[in-house]
């Protein structure tokens, strides 16, 4: 059972350059998130998906781009790192509509923009 | 809005001690409320959920009670271990988003 797989778990990379952060599902849950966690911010949302092809902003998606051509992938794009996007970014997974469902989160990837 | 409110921490204990981390909120209709735990390293994962007024729910020892007259949903355990150091989070969903607000976390430290 690999629920959800986030790749990779470290990266450090420079400024202006284009990052692609992945996240694989095993359980085909229809829905799936990411999330930026950082001192002082907890967690704030990037993108979410509804179902493959299906993508919306959430509160902090300036710079960053996704997509969702299959159901368990949802790769997140930074297109042009800047140091502001230095963070853990994680991604999430809940299984139906539905206000009573949890969240299922991957371990993260921490990410540092030199 | 939705939002939701936790104590700031770093809450800091000797192991054996009694745990509560406050939870309050507000919400639109009728929420459902959850406690997730995030341990060093990891994403964060399911400590417990509730999902109508009233309802107690409970794993590994924690527990919360939903208290709709109070809006709150605070987290308790009766005796901590140091194993329990980790950052909690209380969360809720509502209005059948299936997006759900995040409190700002608090931190639990527990000495031996």
């Known amino acids: 059972d690999a629920g959800i797989t986030q790749s990779p778990r470290y990266k450090i990379t420079e400024t202006g350059r284009q990052v692609t952060l992945m996240c694989h599902q095993t359980w085909s849950h229809s829905y799936m998130f990411w999330y930026r966690q950082d001192l002082g911010h907890g967690l704030r949302l990037i993108y979410y998906?509804?179902?493959?092809?299906?993508?919306d902003k959430g509160e902090v998606s300036d710079g960053y781009v996704v997509s969702r051509s299959k159901t368990e992938n949802f790769p997140l794009t930074l297109e042009s790192a800047t140091r502001s996007q230095t963070s853990v970014y994680f991604c999430?997974?809940?299984?139906?509509?539905?206000?009573?469902?949890?969240?299922?989160f991957g371990d993260g990837t921490r990410l540092s923009i030199l | 809005g939705d939002s939701v409110t936790q104590m700031e921490g770093p809450v800091t204990l000797s192991e054996e001690a009694f745990l509560t981390i406050n939870c309050t909120y507000t919400a639109t209709g009728y929420p459902s409320l959850f406690w997730y735990v995030q341990y060093p390293g990891e994403g964060l994962q399911l400590l417990l959920k509730?999902?109508?007024?009233?309802d107690k729910g409970s794993n590994k020892g924690f527990e919360a009670t939903y208290r709709k007259e109070t809006t709150s949903f605070h987290l308790e355990k009766g005796s901590v271990q140091v194993s329990d150091s980790a950052v909690y989070f209380c969360?809720?969903?509502?209005?059948?988003?299936?997006?759900?607000?995040f409190g700002r976390g608090t931190s639990l430290i527990v000495h031996p």
């Open positions: 969360a809720l969903t509502a209005g059948g988003s299936y997006i759900p607000t």
């Open positions: 509730a999902t109508k007024a009233d």
């Open positions: 998906s509804a179902a493959a092809d299906i993508t």
């Open positions: 999430a997974t809940t299984l139906t509509t539905g206000n009573n469902q949890p969240q299922h």
